[in-house]
Structures are given as structure tokens and as C-alpha cells.
């Protein structure tokens, strides 16, 4: 069963407040998609878009890019959340239906592996990474460490990055039943920073600089230029989808201020990588 939910806000526009006529008619923007930005990103994002926007409401949906673009498609919702671009077929269905989808890109969300500030190993491959925290591989010396037992911190499963982490760097299997599951990435840094066996994930942009280092994957460092450029693995670009010529003004001024500076300012303050150059777009054509 799709996970929904539901926030209330009045529309701020140019200084002036707009408020809905009754209870029912206040305005909601519909998102469908991707649970890698649903379970966490959105909901920060729609926190801080009704601070200065209240009286719009939101639903949100999390069963998947290919749910939301579906859903976009045929009506169900206003806006689609993507962790990937549109394939052919969504492309070929949307020519069917004479629509044309547009893509909003807004940063990406990548994930950064970390140890322990005086673990002596600095990069591991994306198989060493995958068994490790599969627990095929259990003690560091088998990746170029110490003899000593591999200590493992992730996420709990309510997390959108618990299934992010298994979809990018494990090839979707189980994580090690030893594996210590934690609430934040704050809490397994600190973990790790305590523990010099340890090694887990962190949000790309929030890498600790005391207690621990973040591992290169096949020799490519986790940074946002590495990301940006398309060249570490474990990221992935983030989409909002719209039809073009059918989007609310309420769903366009959402997505205004997620690709604009404070939203990408959200982003970046909960370990996404912003989009490179963000700028507010001006108007309205093509929405």
C-alpha cells in the first residue's frame, strides 16, 4: 500500500497571502515517486517551503520513480519525484497521450563510506564494499587492513538511505545481520569515530573532518566533483517530472524554490549534492 501523507499551509505570492475560500478548496500539490526523495528529502523540503508558503497542502507518495511517472501520467498526481531519468517506454507513453514530460533536475543524492580517521585503508572497490557490508568479508585484513574484526554501522530501515545504500553499493542484498543499525548519519559517525574496526555511510556533503575519512570506491574520491561529474558510484541524479503546460502554480512555485538557493541549501545541510549553478527560474512559460 502507497505510504501517503498530508501538510497544510496559505500560498505567499509577490508579499501577498491567498487564502482558499473554505477548508476544502485549499490547494494540494500531489508528489509521487522516487522513496529516495519521499522518506526523507521531501519532507524536509516541504517543512521549509511552508515557513514562508503556508496554506498549501502536499501528498506524498513513495512506491518508486517508475509508480510516480505512471501516476504522472495518467492524472494521479502533479508531480513525479525520479531518482533516475525517464526511460523509453515512459517517454513512448507519454507520446501516446500527446504530453511532453519535463524534468527538473535537483542535485543528487550520494552516499559517502567512511572509517575510522586512523583506519590505514583509504580505498576499497565497489565488490570489497558490497561483501563487506554483506558480511562475505568480516575482518580488515582481507582488504589491505589489520587483523582485526570489521565492525559494521547503518541505518535503520525506516531510512530511505537503508535501502538506497543496498540498491548502490550492495547489488540489492542483505545487509550482515551483525550490522549495527543507527537512527542518523550523525550517530554512525560518531559511532565510528569511537570505534577504529568501524566503517559505515554518511550523506556526501556532512563527511566529519575529525574521527574519520571517507573511503574512495574504485580509487574515485566522494566529493561533489567527483558526483558531478559523474564519476563516483554511489550517487544518483534527482528529478522532479511535470507535464509540460499542466502544472499548478502551487506545484511550479514548489519546484522554483527546491532548484532555487534555499532549497538547495536544504539539501546540502542534510548530505545531498546541489545541482551545479543553481538558479531560480523566472517565469512561468512551458509550465
Known sequence: MSRCFRLGAVLVLAGLAVTAVSENAKPVVRIRGSNTFGEELGPLLIESFKRANPGVEFEMGTEGTGDGIRALLDGECDVASASR?????????????????RSHFLGHYGVAVIAHAGNPVRSLTHAQIRDIFTGAISNWKDVGGKDAPIALYIRDPVSGTYLGFQELAMDNRPYAKAATQLHSYHEIAEAIADNPN??????????????VHAVHVNGIPANAVSVN???YPYARGLRLYTITGQTSEEAFLFIRFVR??????????NGYVPRLLPRVDAGMPGY
Open 85 to 101: 531519468i525517464a526511460n523509453e517506454d515512459e517517454l513512448r507513453l507519454a507520446r501516446t497521450k500527446n504530453v511532453r514530460l
Open 260 to 269: 532555487g538557493r534555499e532549497g538547495q541549501g536544504v539539501m546540502e545541510k
Open 229 to 231: 561529474e559523474g564519476l
Open 198 to 211: 568501524g566503517i559505515g555511510y554518511t550523506g556526501m556533503t556532512l563527511v566529519p573532518k575529525k574521527g
